[in-house]
């Protein structure tokens, strides 16, 4: 299948071969929804901490004698039923992530740049690079190619994408992501996916159904 393909001035530049298994794949609701979900659960910090009785700082001396007062006995202060002591059962420090099966990412990803094509929010443009690595001069280029909104750009790589990177870290509609390293939260809740032509050859390869086994 074919795209049509802007230069970096927004202008008619030609097409682009898009690979039917990747940008016109059948949709799945559900591999979108636990990519989503095991990315959340990955960026949580799991730091949440409460006492338990061992933990409260209080004497062990008994309150009162354990007969002969009325009331109920009570061992110390440190008891969950006593208000200031240790809780029961609360959250403690653990690691809430897990890994997801490298086909269903794929098959998220393969989902998520299905919906945006039909949906009309894939733009393709050649490669451009900024070359003094300054936000003013990407903006000034994205300005013909996207509105100011929730956006993100697919990049062909890291090594050779610094600059531009650097040019947009302090532009806050602006998200961006190699090829290879697409994070379905981001790319499923952008308004517009702008991607480089070298990263749409490279997506056709590394999410197709002959793409590499590893991820």
Known sequence: ???????????????????????????????????????????????????????VRYSNRKPWRQK??????AGDRKSPLWVGGG????????????????????????????????????????????????????????KGLLPQERAVIILP??????LVRRAGGNVHWLRFMSYNQLMAHDLFYGQRVLVLQSAATALNGFYGNGGRSDG
């Open 87 to 142: 809780t029961v059962f609360g959250p403690i420090p653990r690691d809430h992530g897990y890994k997801l099966p490298r086909k269903a990412k794929h098959a998220a990803i393969r989902s998520i740049l299905s919906q945006k094509w039909r949906e009309q929010r894939l733009t393709f443009v050649e490669d451009f690079g900024v070359e003094t690595g300054k936000t003013k001069e990407l903006v000034g280029i994205l």
């Open 157 to 162: 790589g890291v090594e050779a994408d610094k």
């Open 68 to 73: 002969g007062t009325g009331r109920a006995r």
């Open 1 to 55: 299948m074919k795209a049509p393909l802007l230069s970096a001035a927004g202008q008619p530049k030609g097409e682009v071969d898009l690979a039917e298994d990747v940008f016109d794949a059948k949709i799945s609701d559900g591999a979108i929804y636990y990519a989503i979900r095991n990315e959340l659960a990955n960026r949580r910090v799991g730091t949440a901490k409460t006492k338990e009785r061992g933990e």
